[in-house]
């Protein structure tokens, strides 16, 4: 778990706010991606610059091709179609853009506000389209829609409802909690380590609602996050790996009807875990740093698909095992036949919500308008929820039948003194 939160505050970056610092030193980049919102019908972006520096090698500067813009992500086809007919364009003339400011007749300070027109998913950008000039200023930008026209909520449109929906959803999974713990109290002779991970990973859960809710709130009210986001993040991983290390030691049936890990189970738990803790490094990575260089958001998105795709595919693997060893003994076994049962039912289960998380929620999303993204967090956390649930139902610590227990227990009391290892012993059930 150690290595896990070092890999992961390695390789985040400090992350985007809605108040973006701007220090640009003799930079001569042609276009930087500063920030990315969600404007609503009083949406705003304000700048205060100071210290602005223009040196070219050349005797004069063209200081009307340099400046700010927004590009909405609804022309985003007409924009790049308007480089393809044109491709000496200067970015500041593209008519698809939203033109804020130059720096023509720019002093050394500037202080100003402008409305947003129209609502909307739009990138901030700033642009040098003189090649052998070199910019350098200091100030900071800030994003943000009017509440009751006077207050500043710096959440993009439709996230501010986030807070709310993850604060209902840490009550839940605490009341999942209690309810987790009684079983378990109730049933403490069928209770194994595997239900004690169950238990963790509904704690982690609760702590991953509770920042996030914190972190959202304080980024609302202030445009900042504080390094709130950075456990945010540490939270989102752990809750991840250990989700999808329990779904694995279920299917590999370690503790349920399989005692001991092999040493290729071992190992395939170890590839789980690494192939997790990349995909969400990448997906991190990707949504945090991806906003100031498109090339490397790129990279880190095929990346994360890539380890995903490997990443599902590999997680049904312990499945094909257990299945066929359990069927070899159902037939003269109560519990092997139950224990089959129910691991068929929870391949199925495994199956939609790989299906729902990673197909049916990106397809969700295209049809969802920029006013409601909150609504597909909440679609996906309800189904994690559910999915939790009828995974913690399954192979719960629950006594079925006391006097089969007791046979049980018996038989293996017997075969413990005699050193055997029966198939009873082996496939015995929660």
């Not at 202030?222 to 250990?242: E, K, N, S």
Request: a negative charge; one cysteine or more.
């Amino acid at each position: 778990m150690i290595v896990v939160l070092l890999l992961v505050l390695h390789f985040i970056a400090p992350s985007a706010a809605d108040i973006v610092s701007l220090n640009i030193r003799s930079s001569g980049q042609h276009k930087i991606r500063l920030s990315e919102f969600v404007f609503s019908d009083t949406g705003h972006v304000s700048f205060e610059i100071s210290s602005v520096s223009v040196t070219s090698s050349t005797s004069q500067t063209d200081t009307s091709r340099i400046g700010f813009f927004l590009l909405s992500h609804g022309l985003l086809n007409e924009y790049f179609l308007e480089f393809k007919r044109n491709p000496s364009l200067c970015v500041l003339n593209n008519k698809f853009i939203s033109l804020l400011f130059t720096f023509q007749n720019l002093r050394s300070s500037f202080n100003t506000s402008y409305p947003v027109s129209s609502p909307g998913v739009y990138s901030l950008y700033f642009a040098n389209c003189n090649r052998q000039s070199l910019v350098s200023f200091d100030g900071r930008t800030e994003l943000y829609n009017l509440d009751d026209g006077t207050t500043k909520d710096y959440l993009s449109a439709g996230l501010t409802h986030l807070p709310s929906v993850y604060f209902i959803f840490s009550v839940l999974y605490l009341s999942f909690l209690g309810f987790w713990i009684s079983v378990c109290v109730k049933n403490q002779r069928r209770f194994h380590m595997i239900h004690l991970l169950m238990g963790v990973l509904l704690v982690i859960t609760i702590g991953h609602f509770i920042c996030a809710e914190v972190d959202l709130h304080y980024q609302k009210v202030t445009g900042t996050r504080q390094g709130m986001d950075v456990l945010v993040y540490i939270f989102q991983v752990v809750r991840c790996v250990l989700l999808y290390t329990l779904i694995a030691l279920i299917g590999m049936g370690w503790c349920l009807w399989n005692p001991f890990l092999h040493a290729k189970e071992k190992l395939f738990l170890l590839i789980v875990i690494l192939l997790q803790v990349l995909a969400n490094v990448c997906s991190i990575k990707g949504g945090v740093t991806g906003l100031y260089n498109e090339d490397q958001l790129n990279n880190w998105q095929l990346d994360f698909i890539s380890i995903d795709c490997v990443f599902c595919l590999a997680i049904f693997v312990p499945f094909v095992g257990s299945l066929i060893l359990l069927k070899k003994t159902c037939e003269t076994d109560r519990n092997a036949a139950r224990n089959m049962a129910n691991l068929g039912s929870f391949v199925l289960l495994v199956f939609a919500y790989v299906l729902f998380t990673r197909i049916i929620v990106s397809a969700f999303a295209t049809f969802v308008v920029y006013k409601n993204p909150w609504m597909i967090n909440a679609a996906e956390e309800t189904v994690s929820l559910v999915f939790c649930m009828v995974m913690f139902y399954l192979f719960r610590p629950y006594v079925e039948d006391e006097e089969a227990d007791e046979d049980e227990k018996a038989t293996g009391m017997v075969d413990e003194e005699f050193g055997l290892m029966t198939p009873l012993l082996i496939f015995r059930s929660w």
